[in-house]
């Protein structure tokens, strides 16, 4: 399985994304030094030392900086790619951001591979403490566009019992699926009307969009994706 490092490497700078900066809440402390008797006034310095005046040693001191959340070149909140969801809803990935991602790429009319990549999410979720379930998005994306429309999603997600809030199903162009699906190092092919050969990958993405952690397999153990999972919403 190709690392996404890679992939996004060779993706991104194609696709002109460019990385956005948005503030964030929560301020970091960063320790600084100052003389006691502010002999050189509000003079700041990096280093403890002592200070050239009245040689006395300099104090420490915090100082607030405000943060800024970056996304990074790996984030896939770069795509400028628009998807629909089940319920008919335009979204861009980075709507997602914020909270862990668990996605995988299927299309509704199969009957091998995929009902079993959805068995694998729903044991996933289930291993998901009650508390921490409100953290976490557990994606599919179509790979079949053309036949999984938003009412189509929809009426997949009630057979399944995908219908809580942490469930997105998410259908786009045959161009962004492609594109996202090489992000993914998910490959596929239309060998028939109505049937694809694909990977059978799960992702997990952290909040900013990058990559954690990925598992390939049917009906493997997700021991390591669930612990993964816990660790990034903790």
């Keep these: 399985m190709k690392k996404i490092t890679y992939i996004l490497f060779l993706i991104l700078p194609v696709a002109n994304l460019s990385s956005c900066y948005t503030k964030k809440k929560n301020d970091l402390a960063m320790v ?3 003389c006691p008797m502010k002999c050189e006034g509000d003079k700041i310095f990096a ?8 040689r006395m040693d300099l104090q420490p001191v915090e100082t607030k900086i405000e943060e800024t959340d970056e996304i990074s070149g790996l984030s896939i909140y770069n795509l400028p790619s628009k998807w629909t969801t089940q319920n008919n809803s335009q979204i861009e ?3 997602l951001k914020g909270e862990v991602v ?12 995929c009902p079993r990549l959805v068995a694998d999410m729903r044991g996933i979720e289930k291993q998901i403490p009650e508390a921490q ?3 976490v998005k557990f994606v599919l994306v179509s790979i079949d566009p053309e036949t999984d429309t938003p009412e189509r999603l929809k009426e997949f997600s ?3 019992e995908l219908d809580s809030n942490q469930w997105v199903l998410l259908r786009g162009s045959e ?3 492609r594109e996202f699906a090489a992000v993914l190092a998910v490959n596929y092919k239309q060998i028939s009307p109505m049937d694809f050969s694909h990977s059978n990958i799960i992702s997990v993405f952290d909040e900013k969009g990058e990559l954690a952690y990925q598992k390939e397999g ?12 816990l660790e990034l919403v903790n």
């Design 32 to 34: 600084e030094y100052q």
């Design 93 to 95: 990935l980075k709507t």
């Design 102 to 113: 668990v996605m995988v790429m299927i299309y509704t009319s199969c009957q091998a591979a």
């Design 175 to 177: 161009m962004d699926t």
């Design 47 to 54: 280093e403890p030392g002592t200070c050239l005046v009245c």
């Design 133 to 135: 379930k409100n953290k």
């Design 218 to 229: 049917l009906g493997v153990n997700h021991k390591a994706t669930v612990s993964k999972i």
């Design 158 to 160: 009630i057979e399944n």
